[in-house]
C-alpha cells in the first residue's frame, strides 16, 4: 500500500485529466464513477502503478473498462444518451442537438473532440491522457467534427 501523502499527490496530478477524459467519452456521471473506479485500482495496485511510464493512460484504460461495466448495467434496452461534461450546465445550453449529436460518435472520437476542442487539451496532452499517439487523437477529432457539422447542419464559410 502506499503512503497516504504519496498517492495524494500522484491523485492530485492525474484526477483532473483522468476524469476530464472520461467524462468526455462516457457522459459526467458514468465519467466520474470510472475515474473512481480507476483510481481505487490504483490505490490497490500502487506497485505496479507506480513503474509504469504513462500511468494517467493506463488509468484511462482501466476507466474505459469500469465506464463500460457501468453502462452494462445501466443498459434496460434504451440508448444509453451522452449528457455533458461541465457540472452546473449541459451542452444543451450551447446547442439544443450537441448533445444527441455527441451520443451518436464513438467514444474515442467523442473523448478526443471533447478534450482538445472543449477543454482545450493539446493534441499531446490528450494523447498521453487517451494513451494513444498524437496522431491518433488529430484523426478522432477530425472525424469527430466533420462527422458533428453534418449532423447539425454547419456550413464552413
Known amino acids: ?3 497516504t501523502d504519496e ?3 500522484f491523485v492530485g496530478l492525474v484526477e483532473p485529466g483522468l476524469r476530464r ?5 462516457y457522459g459526467a456521471d458514468v465519467g466520474r464513477d470510472a475515474a473512481v473506479d480507476a483510481l481505487v485500482w490504483a490505490w490497490r495496485k500502487w506497485d505496479r502503478v507506480q513503474s509504469l511510464r504513462n500511468p494517467g493512460g493506463y488509468l484511462y484504460r ?3 473498462s469500469a465506464a ?3 453502462l452494462r448495467r445501466e443498459r434496460t434496452g434504451k440508448t444509453v444518451a451522452w449528457s455533458g461534461g461541465r457540472t452546473g450546465s449541459s451542452v444543451s445550453d450551447f446547442e439544443p442537438s450537441l448533445g444527441r449529436a455527441l451520443a451518436t460518435l464513438s ?3 467523442r473523448a478526443a473532440v471533447l478534450l482538445v476542442h472543449g477543454y482545450h487539451y493539446t493534441l499531446s496532452e490528450a494523447a498521453s491522457v487517451m494513451g494513444c499517439s498524437i496522431s491518433t487523437v488529430r484523426n478522432h477529432a477530425g472525424r469527430a467534427l466533420t462527422r458533428l ?3 447539425l447542419g454547419v456550413v464552413d464559410e
Open 149 to 151: 457539422r453534418e449532423d
Open 21 to 25: 477524459a472520461l467524462v468526455a467519452a
Open 62 to 64: 482501466v476507466g474505459q
Open 1 to 3: 500500500m502506499p503512503s
Open 107 to 109: 467514444d474515442r472520437q
Open 68 to 70: 463500460r461495466r457501468h
Open 7 to 9: 498517492f495524494e499527490g
